[in-house]
C-alpha cells in the first residue's frame, strides 16, 4: 500500500526539541522531492521544510536556523529535527511525497503541541 506514516509528534515545552520521520513505502522514494508541512487551528498549510533528490533543500523563513529536513534513502524516511521550539510551532505536521507528474502524496500528520 502507497502510504506516508508520520511519528515523533507531541507536547513540548518552549525550547525543546522534537524529531519527526515520515517512513514512506512508495517507490522511487529516491528520487522523489520530500517535504514537511504544517497546518496550525484556523490557518492555512503552509511549507516547512523540502528537500529534493539531490539534496537541494528550502526552509520557510520562520524555522531557519532551528529547523532541519533530512532524508534517509536506505530506509525510505525523510526527518525533521525541530530546536529552540515556539509556541507558534504548534501545528499538525504532514509529510509530502512529490514525483514528476503525480499528485503530491501526504501523510495523515503527527500533532506537535508547544507548550508550558
Known amino acids: 500500500q502507497v502510504q506516508l506514516v508520520e511519528s515523533g509528534g507531541g507536547l513540548v515545552q518552549p525550547g525543546g526539541s522534537l524529531r519527526l520521520a515520515c517512513a514512506a513505502s512508495?517507490?522511487?522514494?529516491?528520487?522523489?522531492?520530500m517535504g514537511w508541512y504544517r497546518q496550525a487551528p484556523g490557518k492555512e498549510r503552509e511549507l516547512v521544510a523540502r528537500i529534493t533528490s539531490g539534496g537541494n533543500i528550502d526552509y520557510a523563513d520562520s524555522v531557519k536556523d532551528r529547523f532541519t529536513i533530512s532524508r534517509d534513502n536506505t530506509k525510505n524516511t525523510v526527518y525533521l529535527q525541530m530546536n529552540s521550539l515556539k509556541p507558534e510551532d504548534t501545528a499538525v505536521y504532514y509529510c509530502?511525497?512529490?514525483?514528476?507528474?503525480?499528485?503530491?502524496?501526504w501523510g495523515q500528520g503527527t500533532q506537535v503541541t508547544v507548550s508550558s
Open positions: 512508495v517507490n522511487m522514494f529516491s528520487i522523489s522531492t
Open positions: 509530502q511525497r512529490r514525483l514528476g507528474g503525480l499528485s503530491p502524496l
